[in-house]
């Protein structure tokens, strides 16, 4: 008989006054006891909807069961079948929305929770198990993977696990991607994240850093040069956006791109890194957007001493970030200026003076209100302004967070790769793009999405690869 | 990591090194730029190549001190390694069925014009190179310079050597703004040019100068003043060095 508990086991989580300070993680994890406690409340339904709505579909009552009997380590070789990344996704998975969004215990009450179990069995397997990884023996095959991020990781795992040789290209100086220079240390520590590439490392894939492929090397010497019979491109964003108002070239105004960058892979918040921030103690801060990656930059802020502000255009329900996102930047104290939209960024410029280090700074936004009509194509009800509502608030600083076009290098310098209007590379089902042997996933593909999605995508090339060069 | 093979200090302020990156001198034109982390803790900073060496596998590359990350690049010595060395990026000039062409350069953006000037030379093209200085002391590269081009003429702000002359018409520009990653992902290198947002990592690093609002260019650049004075004046005494 399963635990009926309507609820939850909760998230046990650092305190909000204090994390605002800090950047370790807010939410510590289930204890053994939580975990088991959680793992019996699931009802081990026939049809298993939870899997359906799983984009990697993991076998998920499957490593439930096992977490209810204490084997958590048989728990992680079940999930360990489906997933690369398990650490990764048990934290920053949208699991609300997928898995548990079909969990039957979700009708009447709360869904099991899987993401939470699944970061519970990673995190043990983590800290418990002295198990290398055992390296298959070469196929002989060389498959070149372009981006460390999930996609890229994902791809090479599976590949590496079926023997290929694998070599992944990444243009930073640290492999990861967006887990490390987009998603912040307390949501997801580097330390799980290096865990992972050091795994695919045992696994014997290659990882070169400082290569931009399209620059350093083209696709076409990959193949014609360097002997690889397949790429798999998941180069990830691209160009951040803006909005094209005035005074978005101004000092203090970043995309939220370089804003993380510099604070997450560059370490700019910590004593003894070369790389600089705008000092934020006391200053104010608007990120523009709705979406987690506006959350991340709105939380970086509040953690460098800044008073936060999210800027939306839309109502706190079409809010695109996720709501446990929302909830933990509310507790750390950062305002929400839903149905708001910038119309320009004021600079400040001192007429008595030319000089003045101050001059072509933020010091303002102006903005209008919004209110919401009829639904658009997205479906989500349209913003409109409201008239003679226009304001402005006193700014020091202002963040971009409103997505990314894909990333023009790969597709500049690859002849017949074909990309869509938005300038995503187009794909089939299977990943394959419009050039022979050369596979696509990830946001170079979709444009911004999630990790896990972009993670199922290099999944999806990898089987195709691998039915591809095994015929061979 | 990237072995230093040659350092050569170029002027007071200004120095050159030679770095061992076979990768990055296989596939570099004029133009074109790397970005470099002198250790772990280090910035990413972008750099003009110089010039490059494919036989050897080297890159040069001429950096003025300007701020912290320069001026810890300036402490390595020959031998000793650098942490990234990343490139090559942004677009080649251009130089294809020129047959005459004027290279201009002011200061520490000579070494930007030299491969340029070079390269043409090298193609049969009629090189009049015009470079200017501040004064006489800050002349850098003056033989290379006799090598790359057809018709020489150095000139200096206060004309200490040369025609008294400043280097001002200028029609394609290089730009070098902040930047952090270099394949277009953070946006920093933004440049406002001819009333659109351009990314100089990926659109350029060159320009048409009359269309460059160099006034918003260089407030963006001056963004972290501040912080590099601050920086520089923690780093040893015994190694700093005046900029003027």
């Known amino acids: 008989m399963a635990n009926m508990r309507p609820d939850k086991n909760p998230m046990p989580h650092q305190d909000p006054q204090v994390r605002s300070g800090n950047f370790e993680e807010v939410a510590l994890g289930y204890t053994k006891e939580q975990a088991i406690d959680e793992a019996q409340r699931c009802l081990h339904c026939k049809n298993m909807p939870c899997v359906s709505g799983c984009p990697v579909k993991i076998h998920i009552p499957d490593f439930i069961a096992k977490v209810a009997e204490g084997d958590f380590e048989a728990a992680y070789q079940i999930i360990a079948q489906d997933s690369a990344l398990p650490a990764v996704c048990g934290r920053v998975c949208p699991q609300e929305t997928q898995c548990e969004s079909k969990c039957v215990r979700g009708i009447k009450h709360e869904s099991v929770g899987i993401g939470r179990l699944e970061r ?61 220079y987009g998603i912040p240390e307390f949501r997801l520590p580097k330390s799980i994240v290096q865990k992972e590439v050091d795994g695919l490392k045992e696994l014997g894939v290659k990882i070169e850093t400082n290569v931009v492929v399209g620059r350093s090397i083209t696709i076409d010497e990959l193949m014609e040069q360097e002997g690889f019979e397949a790429v798999f491109i998941g180069s990830g964003a691209g160009l951040p956006m803006f909005m094209h108002i005035p005074g978005e070239n101004l000092k203090g105004v970043y995309s939220a791109n370089e804003f993380l960058t510099r604070i997450n892979l560059m370490k700019a918040y910590k004593e003894g890194s070369d790389t600089p921030i705008m000092p934020l103690k006391g200053k104010k801060v608007a990120v523009v957007g709705g979406g987690n990656v506006a959350m991340d930059a709105a939380r970086c802020s509040r953690r460098l001493g800044a008073d936060v502000y999210i800027v939306y255009r839309r109502s706190e329900a079409e809010l695109p970030a996720r709501a446990e996102e929302v909830e933990h930047a509310k507790e750390e104290g950062i305002i929400f200026k839903t149905l708001n939209n910038p119309t320009e960024i004021l600079g400040y410029n001192n007429p008595e003076d030319k000089r003045d280090p101050k001059n072509g700074s933020v010091c303002g936004l102006r903005c209008v209100e919004m209110e919401l009509g009829e639904p658009d194509a997205s479906g989500r009800r349209r913003p409109i302004v409201k008239e003679g509502s226009e304001f402005e608030m006193e700014m020091d600083c202002v963040i971009m967070a409103l997505g990314t076009s894909p990333n023009p290098l790969i597709k500049s310098t690859t002849k017949g790769l074909e990309i869509n209007k938005r300038g995503g590379i187009i794909v089939n089902e299977d990943g394959l793009t419009s050039r022979e042997a050369v596979y696509a996933g990830g946001d170079a593909v979709t444009g911004a999405a999630t990790v896990i999605l972009a993670m199922g995508a290099g999944k999806t090339a990898a089987a195709a690869i691998d039915e591809q060069l095994s015929k061979k | 990591m990237y072995r230093i093979v040659k350092k050569r200090v170029l002027n007071p302020t200004v120095t050159l090194m030679e770095v061992e990156a076979p990768a990055v001198a296989r596939k570099c034109e004029p133009g074109q730029f790397i970005i470099l982390r002198v250790d772990e803790n280090g910035e990413r900073i972008p750099l003009t190549i110089a010039a490059y060496d494919r036989e050897k596998g080297t890159v040069t590359i001429i950096f003025q001190l300007v701020g912290a990350t320069t001026e810890k690049l300036n402490h390595k010595e020959e031998g000793e390694y650098l942490q990234d060395f990343v490139g090559p990026l942004g677009k080649a000039t251009e130089t294809e069925g020129l047959k005459r ?35 006489k002391d800050l002349i850098i590269l003056k033989e290379e310079f006799e090598a790359a081009s057809t018709n020489l003429i150095i000139g200096t702000d206060d004309g200490s050597y040369g025609k008294k002359a400043l280097v001002t018409d200028l029609t394609v520009v290089s730009m070098n703004p902040i930047m952090i990653d270099g394949t277009g992902m953070c946006g920093g290198c933004r440049l406002s040019v001819g009333g659109e947002t351009k990314f100089a990592c990926v659109d350029g690093p060159e320009f048409d100068g009359h269309l460059v609002d160099f006034d918003e260019a260089m407030a963006r650049g001056a963004m972290y003043r501040d912080f590099e004075m601050h920086a520089r004046e923690e780093t040893c005494n015994l190694f700093k060095q005046e900029v003027k």
Do not use: M, Q
Request: proline share 4%; net charge neutral; aromatic share 6%.
């Open chain 2, 101 to 135: 062409v004027a290279v201009i350069g002011g200061g520490v953006g000579t070494a930007i014009a030299y491969p340029v000037a070079k390269k043409l030379h090298d193609d049969g093209c009629h090189v009049d190179l015009i470079v200017g200085f501040r004064n």
């Open chain 1, 120 to 180: 519970f069995v990673a995190d043990w397997h983590n800290a418990n198990s002295t198990e290398k990884p055992v390296r298959p023996a070469s196929n002989g095959h060389k498959v070149a993977v372009i981006g460390s991020g999930p996609s890229g990781l994902t791809c090479a795992g599976d590949l590496a696990r079926k023997g290929y040789e694998v070599t992944v290209f990444e243009a930073l100086h640290l492999a990861g991607g967006v887990l490390v």
